[in-house]
Antibody
Framework: QVQLQESGPGLVKPSQTLSLTCTVS??????????WTWIRQHPGKGLEWIGY???????YYNPSLKSRVTISADTSKSHFSLRLSSVTVADTAVYFC???????????WGQGTLVTVSS | EIVLTQSPGTLSLSPGERATLSCRAS???????LAWYQQKLGQAPRLLIY???SRATGIPDRFSGSGSGTDFTLTITRLEPEDFAVYYC?????????FGGGTKVEIK
């Protein structure tokens, strides 16, 4: 059973870079046919897709965040990461990591981690 | 970007009743790449339906999905107490992936 767990600072100052890591257990992030993604949820609001990285290393980002987002993977440590630069209070949200098989929506989700942007 | 509009915003029903949730897309969803999720307070979304009508592993058969093109429906035939939650639809056929605004199913 694939399990995901987010980790990283819960508080980030405005203009700084938000960095989160998602550790994957029960499966390899480099397994063919899989992708790994980040999704966020503003407090009391709906879900917003941030981007994903495929097993091949290819990445795709939401155009609304593309200029500030980087998703990368470290297969040796079985984790993938999110970096979001120049954050503002509008980036305060619960960040979920998730994954699944290409052509399917994400079947596996982390529990989510709240990141607050505040000085 | 495909915009998904869910209706109603809130559905007030009693246990045992039937729930019908709607998701309408601003343009045709490629290959019926439409999913439904259930989310309870403080938890991650749980995948219920993918490919518009296929149940994810472990999902009870009281949950069913239907539709194609721009109109999709999630039906819960007999609401159990644990089904009261927020439900989201998501299209994953076109980038960017997008979600609907959600339907809250609450106890009447």
């Amino acid at each position: 059973q694939v399990q995901l767990q987010e980790s990283g600072p819960g508080l980030v100052k405005p203009s700084q870079t938000l960095s989160l890591t998602c550790t994957v257990s029960g499966g390899s992030i480099s397994s063919g046919g899989y992708y790994w993604t980040w999704i966020r949820q503003h407090p009391g609001k709906g879900l917003e897709w941030i981007g994903y990285i495929f097993y091949s290393g290819s990445t795709y980002y939401n155009p609304s965040l593309k200029s500030r987002v980087t998703i990368s993977a470290d297969t040796s440590k079985s984790h993938f990461s999110l970096r979001l630069s120049s954050v503002t209070v509008a980036d305060t949200a619960v960040y979920f990591c998730a994954g699944g098989i290409v052509i399917d929506p994400p079947h596996y989700w982390g529990q989510g981690t709240l990141v607050t942007v505040s000085s | 970007e495909i915009v998904l509009t869910q209706s109603p915003g809130t559905l007030s029903l009693s246990p045992g009743e039937r729930a019908t949730l709607s998701c309408r897309a601003s343009q045709s969803v490629s290959s019926s790449y439409l999913a439904w999720y259930q989310q309870k307070l403080g938890q991650a979304p749980r995948l219920l339906i993918y490919g518009a009508s296929s149940r994810a592993t472990g999902i009870p058969d009281r949950f069913s999905g239907s539709g194609s093109g721009t109109d999709f429906t999630l039906t819960i035939t007999r609401l159990e107490p644990e089904d009261f939650a927020v439900y989201y639809c998501q299209q994953y056929g076109s980038s960017p992936l997008t979600f609907g605004g959600g339907t809250k199913v609450e106890i009447k």
